[in-house]
């Protein structure tokens, strides 16, 4: 899909169908978050039960429990 296309199609999706369309992919997606000079990089993935919901007008991304 060429990417002006792919741009208007995302401007016309409420928020509710970008949250769904990311629980759709959320497989394919994994969350690095930064981390302190020295200290390695932690990553997250989307929780496989509720990848994104709404919060309010927001869409709120749950990453999975680390595991310990």
């Known amino acids: ?19 769904t369309l990311i629980a759709v992919f959320a497989d394919r997606v994994q969350i690095f978050i930064p981390s302190k000079q020295g200290e390695p990089m932690m990553t997250r993935t989307l929780d496989d039960i509720n990848p994104a919901s709404m919060n309010g007008a927001i869409i709120q991304i749950n990453t999975k429990e680390e595991e310990v």
Do not use: G, R
């Open 1 to 19: 899909m060429e990417i002006q296309k792919l741009i208007e199609t995302a401007n016309e999706m409420s928020a509710n169908d970008v949250c």
